[in-house]
T-cell receptor, first 111, second 114 residues
Framework: QQQVKQSPQSLIVQKGGISIINCAYE??????FPWYQQFPGKGPALLIA?????SEKKEGRFTISFNKSAKQFSLHIMDSQPGDSATYFC??????????FGSGTQLTVLP | KAGVTQTPRYLIKTRGQQVTLSCSPI?????VSWYQQTPGQGLQFLFE???????NKGNFPGRFSGRQFSNSRSEMNVSTLELGDSALYLC?????????????FGEGSWLTVV
């Protein structure tokens, strides 16, 4: 199976709150898990990525948590800002070098 | 360092026509891949090229084709356009053939088929 399942489909958070987006995968051959941020009319921009040999990676306000045994990973956005309002995609790839994307989460951060 | 450049950004075509989209990868990147993005199907992989060779192909009909040139620039072609081909077509590049390399996307080409 090549699917990556992402939830929630949409998320509304107050400014300063924590946004959490979850993804689950099936293919155990996946070994690289990036998150992309996409603004309307723009291409996806890489936010942060993780490999399965670590359980957490933090870059600024963005943290990926990875649970290899559960085949799940999540994005946490701390101190969410209105400028973070965008669509977020999780993805996974392995030796095939093609990204399999989740269905996306539309994040709205209220001022 | 310039990012991934795609042309044209917007285009409108008629059913039955064909279209060619162009992509210039980040300088030094030899892997170029293409994705289709639609509201209904999300982001789907079309194909990937490395050193002018197609290494991987997604589940799209043969009307979708591509090629890569010796300078790593790539083109994709869609023949006999259908209304359902209306989408954002994204090109992405990465540095080499290794797995797990960072993949960078361009701004995309918006195709509308009428």
């Amino acid at each position: 199976q090549q699917q990556v399942k992402q939830s929630p489909q949409s998320l509304i958070v107050q400014k300063g709150g924590i946004s959490i987006i979850n993804c689950a995968y099936e293919n155990t051959a996946f070994d690289y898990f990036p998150w992309y941020q996409q603004f309307p009319g723009k291409g996806p921009a890489l936010l942060i990525a993780i490999r399965p040999d670590v359980s957490e990676k933090k870059e600024g306000r963005f943290t990926i948590s990875f649970n290899k045994s559960a085949k799940q990973f999540s994005l946490h956005i701390m101190d969410s800002q209105p400028g973070d309002s965008a669509t977020y995609f999780c993805a996974a790839t392995g030796s095939a070098r093609q990204l399999t994307f989740g269905s996306g989460t539309q994040l709205t951060v209220l001022p | 360092k310039a990012g991934v450049t795609q042309t044209p950004r917007y285009l409108i075509k008629t059913r039955g026509q064909q279209v060619t989209l162009s992509c210039s990868p980040i300088s030094g990147h030899r892997s170029v891949s293409w994705y289709q993005q639609t509201p209904g199907q999300g982001l789907q992989f079309l194909f990937e090229y490395f050193s002018e060779t197609q290494r991987n192909k997604g589940n799209f009909p043969g009307r979708f084709s591509g090629r890569q040139f010796s300078n790593s620039r790539s083109e994709m072609n869609v023949s006999t356009l259908e209304l359902g081909d209306s989408a954002l077509y994204l090109c992405a590049s990465s540095s080499n053939s290794g797995k797990g390399n960072t993949i960078y996307f361009g701004e995309g080409s918006w195709l509308t088929v009428v």
